[in-house]
């Protein structure tokens, strides 16, 4: 998984507590993405970083904030979970944020919100 | 409308047959197309990229870009079991976009 490495791999949690997902590389690619993935609606875009301490939404960015003060590591934080959040969670990564955005994608996260 | 569709199927073809798996997208400033491969419960893994319009070979795969019709498609020839997977399309732009935009992914078994 290009060096990915996704914590943790499964989590159940219950409406209305705060997760953490992490998301950590050894690779020093400067892009990270998280991503959600969802039976009809493919990988949709959360959240992404261009640098550390530079990051910006994406296009389901609602109920999550994301972080990264160092450039191995991603977190993505559920502030407050809810049952719509259930889904699988993964993370990428890439060395360029131009038009060849090849990007690496790490094993996943299953959360569960109850 | 959504920028890039693709039949999420379930498909299924014996072992052995040409595989044809399709997108078509919207955007015409698209210029980089990608496949992706999925196993169950795994991450996805890049399988090939193109750049433009063409064709690009590798092995049994073979990806093909058609802009004029906003098409792409990846061929799987010798298809074999191992092949069975979700296969996700997804495009990028040329001017400074930092997302990729992906197809709904299409499930694929290959029977023995």
């Known amino acids: 998984d290009a060096g990915i490495t996704q914590s943790p791999r499964h989590k159940v949690t219950e409406t209305g507590t705060p997760v953490t997902l992490r998301c950590h590389q050894t690779e020093n690619h400067r892009y990270m993405y998280w991503y959600r993935q969802d039976p009809g609606h493919g990988l949709r875009l959360i959240h992404y970083?261009?640098?550390?301490?530079?990051?910006d939404k994406g296009e389901v960015s609602d109920g999550y904030s994301v972080s990264r003060s160092k450039t191995e590591d991603f977190l993505l934080t559920l502030e407050s979970a809810t049952s719509s959040q259930t889904s699988v969670y993964f993370c990428?990564?890439?060395?360029?944020?131009?038009?060849?955005?090849?990007?690496?994608f790490g094993a996943g996260t299953r959360l569960s919100v109850l | 409308q959504k920028e890039v569709e693709q039949d999420p199927g379930p498909l299924s073809v014996p072992e052995g047959a040409i595989v044809s798996l399709n997108c078509t997208y919207s955007n015409s400033a698209f210029q980089y197309f990608m496949w992706y491969r999925q196993y169950s419960r795994k991450g996805p893994e890049l399988l090939m990229y193109t750049y433009s319009s063409g064709n690009k070979e590798d092995g049994r795969f073979t990806a093909q870009v058609d802009k004029s019709s906003k098409y792409i498609s990846l061929f799987i020839r010798d298809s074999q079991p191992s092949d069975s997977a979700t296969y996700l399309c997804?495009?990028?732009?040329?001017?400074?976009?930092?997302?990729?935009?992906f197809g709904q992914g299409t499930r694929l078994t290959i029977n023995p």
């Open positions: 990428a990564i890439s060395d360029s944020g131009g038009a060849k955005n090849i990007q690496y």
């Open positions: 970083s261009y640098g550390v301490k530079d990051t």
């Open positions: 997804a495009m990028s732009v040329v001017q400074g976009a930092q997302k990729l935009v």
